[in-house]
């Protein structure tokens, strides 16, 4: 079973501060993407990275891949409260199907006016 | 376009009844899965089909049962409730994107169930 851990856990942070959240893997994973999810709601497909080194932004939200692909950071700019919730990173498996994907156990992100 | 939507949104058994959580896409996906999240465990994944007639195991399928007759519904059912299946279900579809690399989900809004 391939683990994602994702760190912190909880980030309780002021508007127009920086984060970085983590998602750590000692497994390879072809893809990896990021979620977020409100309460009450569905998660919802925040971006998809590929390849090894790969940097996606998105607005004020950056997304790294590893170099390795084992892991993967989301750094959130001048963070609003907008942007609160629940930040779930999730792998598809190295040389598996890619709709059967590993969940971290997510990073709950309050941003306080 | 209404997505994926999962009925019911709320839900309360007593334990040893059953009862199946109903999912609907309309973009005829082929892949769909159901999740169970818990809090601080993420999301876990249950069953999940890879199209009508073909369904498989996911991580924790203890206690749970799917069909997928058509493209469009993939219900869960629960056997025999027990307390520890108390959780908020999420159903997804999804497809392939970007060459096939990339696997866009798309999610219910849930459904929360407590079994007393």
């Known amino acids: 079973t391939q683990l994602l851990e994702q760190s912190p856990q909880f980030l309780s942070i002021q508007e127009g501060e920086n984060l970085t959240v983590y998602c750590n893997s000692s497994?390879?994973?072809?893809?990896l993407q990021w979620y977020r999810q409100e309460p009450g709601e569905g998660p919802v497909l925040l971006v998809t990275?590929?390849?090894?080194?790969e940097v996606k932004k998105l607005k004020r939200l950056t997304f790294q891949f590893g170099d390795a692909r084992k892991d993967s950071s989301l750094h959130i700019t001048a963070a609003q409260p907008g942007d609160t919730g629940l930040y779930l990173c999730?792998?598809?498996?190295?040389?598996?199907?890619?709709?059967?994907?590993?969940f971290g156990k997510g990073t709950l992100l309050t941003v306080n006016p | 376009n209404a997505g994926v939507t999962q009925t019911p949104k709320f839900q309360v058994l007593k334990t040893g009844q059953s009862m199946t959580l109903q999912c609907a896409q309309d973009?005829?996906?082929?892949?769909m899965s159901w999740y169970r999240q818990d809090p601080g465990m993420g999301l876990r994944l249950i069953h999940y089909?890879?199209?009508?007639?073909?369904?498989d195991q996911g991580e924790v399928p203890n206690g749970y049962n799917v069909s997928r007759s058509t493209t469009e519904d993939f219900p869960l059912r629960l056997l025999s409730a027990a307390p520890s299946q108390t959780s908020v279900y999420f159903c997804?579809?999804?497809?392939?994107?970007?060459?096939?690399?990339?696997?866009?989900?798309?999610f219910g809004a849930g459904t929360r169930l407590s079994v007393l």
């Open positions: 999730a792998g598809a498996a190295s040389g598996g199907s890619n709709y059967k994907l590993t």
């Open positions: 997804a579809s999804s497809r392939p994107s970007g060459g096939g690399f990339e696997n866009i989900q798309y």
């Open positions: 973009m005829n996906h082929e892949y």
């Open positions: 497994s390879v994973f072809s893809s």
């Open positions: 990275v590929v390849t090894g080194g």
């Open positions: 089909s890879v199209g009508a007639g073909i369904t």
